[in-house]
């Protein structure tokens, strides 16, 4: 050959391959054929009887080696090892294959990661489905989606158990405009995928509901807890103590009721129906209610101890008169 050779090739198939013939077209080199394929440039045709091979490329001088190797049952291997006999690389057709040392990159040359993947990859429901679609640029599209799929099946079953799935989608290309993601959480239940919980880009969670109403928390359903704590409500019921408050009479609340239906600042059946209730506003209206009835209670004590004052004074007066008379 007319350029220098580099690499030192040792090929074993049980035989040794140097008494084969080897042929070199210009293009193409053939060994154990002297028609070797057009399309490959090296042509290995192994001895009649002889099913397994492997080829081995080193430097000159040096320990270190790469090569792949295929047996007679047609597993294939590609393997490297440093110059101290570590294996660093074996990529398997069956049993296990790994890299060991750097990191690996699919889709990209320059990975920062152990793994970095650059694109969409995609699985069935027993795995894991990374989908990348977004395109990044400033002109007008009119959709733009990256998804984050993990499921978890039982004994190889094609329909997940429970899934976790993440999606962002947007308007426009525009990078900026990519606010619309969420992770979701499912659980396959009755046959069907069912979302059970959803997080909000804006952080807005939702729990049995995939519209929290604008509420950082929306639950559907009910809440057991042990403790439920409403922070740093400012509008507390304690302005009803104080002197400026307008109390309104007993009569003035009884107009209300038989009007409304309800106590005055305490909304009605139908508008809890409609709207709900916030904790932390009701417990404050409650808290005015009973310290509006605090008051009252201490002015009737006030009227109970004047009557029965005077009902002491009457019945003195009384006893006097009635003394005045049997006297007579």
């Known amino acids: 050959m007319k350029n220098t050779i580099k690499f030192l090739f040792f090929i074993t198939v049980n035989t040794v391959f140097s008494q084969q013939a080897i042929t070199d077209t210009g293009t193409n080199v053939g060994i154990g054929t002297t028609t070797p394929d057009s399309e490959s440039r090296l042509h290995v045709v192994s001895p009649s009887g002889v099913t397994d091979f492997t080829i081995l ?18 597993n294939f291997k590609i393997q490297a090892r440093d110059g101290s006999g570590i294996l660093k690389a074996n990529i398997a057709s069956s049993g296990d294959s790994w890299l ?36 990044y640029g400033t002109n007008s599209g009119t959709n ?16 997940p158990l429970s899934r976790v799935f993440g999606i962002m989608e947007a308007a426009t290309l525009s990078e900026t405009d990519s606010s619309n993601g969420r ?9 069907n995928a069912e979302e059970k919980v959803r997080i909000l880009s804006n952080g807005n969670v939702g729990i049995g509901t995939t519209d929290t ?16 704590k409403v922070a740093m ?40 129906k409609e709207n709900g209730i916030f904790l932390g506003e009701m417990d404050s209206k409650l808290l005015q209610k009973i ?23 009457l019945l003195l007066l009384v006893e006097k008169l009635l003394n005045k008379k049997i006297e007579e």
């Open 57 to 74: 490329a080193t430097s000159v001088g040096v320990n270190n080696w790469s090569g792949f190797y295929q047996d007679a049952l047609n």
């Open 100 to 135: 060991n040392g750097g990191n690996v990159g699919i889709g990209t040359a320059s990975p920062s990661s152990k793994l970095q993947i650059s694109g969409q990859i995609d699985g069935d429901f027993n795995g894991l489905v990374i989908d990348n679609r977004k395109n």
């Open 183 to 191: 992770l979701s959480f499912y659980v396959r239940q009755n046959g």
């Open 291 to 313: 310290e509006e009835l605090t008051l009252y209670t201490i002015n009737q004590e006030k009227r109970i101890e004047a009557l029965e004052s005077k009902n002491e004074k």
């Open 213 to 228: 109403k604008g509420f950082k928390l929306g639950v559907q359903g009910k809440i057991a807890a042990e403790e439920v």
């Open 144 to 159: 733009e989606t990256s998804r984050l799929l993990l499921t978890l099946s039982e004994n190889g079953a094609p329909n």
């Open 233 to 272: 409500y400012s509008n507390w019921a304690d302005f009803v103590f104080e002197n400026s408050y307008n109390l309104p009479t007993l009569k003035e609340v009884e107009q209300h009721i038989k009007e409304k239906g309800h106590l005055k600042d305490i909304p009605s059946a139908e508008e809890v």
